[in-house]
């Protein structure tokens, strides 16, 4: 089976690193995989990426220098699909997925399209969350019910994502289904990483309105009382920066809460720290979860989608009422009062990690999912 994976990229970043792991996976199971890589400018960032798929004799074809709704990009990707003669195409993201049915609709009607969802709209999620009410009067909505329609077949990477394409009616049961993510992660300690000497809990992630690091920040008052020395490592940087630093500095705490703005490598500061938080009001799924579960650390995050259905509660991490800061602070309290259970509840995860998200048992599903479209007639 001949299968093209596409996607506008620029960098590597969640689902960069899901292609990077399932091309080389399928193509030693025997199929012809290739990668488009897509950007409308310069290609510098997308060098590594390139490099590691030829590494493993992945052949490559790009395109830049288009915009977005360009019939000219249309007809290149048409150009590339129509010389390739692939079984399948499978997009990845949005703008991915309007090419390419764009390019079913109107140029090539037979083509076998397989979307793999791998979030929701950012600012959607931003403004929103994970409440449906108003998802219809965003473009992004409109624009997804039209791929999906168009797609043979959606693959989502986690259940919560599912409900929001079917329970939102952007498309229906019998044309979706979750496929987890399952990564081989490895560990990079070897970069430069500003690492705290005293003790620290980290929360890696955007600092944008769903991430909820405000809830966290209330937290910590709380948190502060009981643990005045401990520190809080926020990774990551975004809009809400300034407003979360003004934040801190209200609340007194800019001696204890610090933030490390973007880290291109948070590993070293994983290896570290007692264990993670996750403030978000929903995700789509949230690597953060498999990489703390890599370094052996537990989890503490609101009890929402994906975080639910990937922590079990008690087990691997703690689940928490969502939006809730006193809990949040009893939890990350209590968590601290047991030195044994968060080593317990790390290894727990780690367990979890390698018997279940594994790239396997991923490559397995997708590949059902390879053969239920391309034996279609």
Not at 190 to 214: C, D, M, S, W
Not at 258 to 279: A, R
Request: aromatic share 10%; net charge positive.
């Amino acid at each position: 089976m001949k299968i093209l994976f596409s996607q506008k990229i620029n960098g590597i970043s969640g689902s960069e690193l899901y292609l990077l792991q399932i091309l080389p996976e399928l193509k030693k199971r025997g199929y012809d995989v290739e990668m488009l890589l897509i950007y409308p400018t310069s290609k510098n960032n997308n060098a590594l990426f390139k490099q590691q798929l030829v590494k493993e004799s992945i052949v490559c074809h790009e395109v830049y220098g288009h915009g977005s709704l360009s019939f000219l990009l249309l007809y290149k990707i048409y150009g590339i699909i129509k010389k390739g003669n692939y079984d399948i195409v499978q997009s990845n993201l949005i703008h991915a997925d309007l090419w390419m049915s764009l390019v079913k609709l109107l140029l090539k009607k037979d083509l076998k399209i397989i979307s793999v969802k791998h979030g929701y709209s950012p600012a959607y999620s931003a403004k929103y969350g994970y409440d449906f009410k108003y998802i219809k009067r965003e473009t992004y909505y409109w624009i997804q019910r039209f791929n999906c329609k168009l797609a043979d077949f959606n693959v989502t990477i986690s259940n919560g994502l599912y409900n929001v394409y079917v329970d939102g009616e952007i498309t229906i049961p019998q044309k979706i289904q979750t496929v987890h993510y399952g990564l081989t992660l490895t560990p990079t300690l070897n970069e430069t990483a500003i690492v705290p000497q005293e003790q620290y809990l980290l929360i890696t992630g955007r600092l944008i309105g769903f991430k909820g690091h405000r809830y966290l920040i209330n937290a910590w008052k709380k948190v502060n009382i009981v643990y005045p020395l401990l520190k809080l490592c926020i990774v990551g940087d975004g809009a809400m920066r300034l407003d979360l630093e003004k934040m801190v500095v209200e609340a007194g705490l800019q001696n204890v809460i610090i933030f490390l703005g973007h880290v291109p490598n948070p590993h070293p500061l994983m290896k570290k720290c007692l264990f993670t938080i996750v403030s978000s009001t929903w995700e789509g799924f949230g690597l953060i979860l498999l990489e703390s579960w890599l370094h052996k650390k537990p989890i503490v995050a609101f009890d929402v989608p994906a975080m639910n259905e990937v922590i079990d509660d008690g087990v691997n991490g703690l689940l928490v009422k969502k939006a809730d800061s006193n809990d949040l602070a009893e939890k990350i309290i209590y968590l601290l009062n047991n030195e044994s259970l968060i080593t317990e509840m790390g290894d727990n995860g780690y367990k979890k990690l390698n018997s279940y998200f594994t790239l396997k048992r991923m490559t397995d599903e997708m590949e059902d999912v390879y053969h239920a479209v391309n034996d279609k007639h």
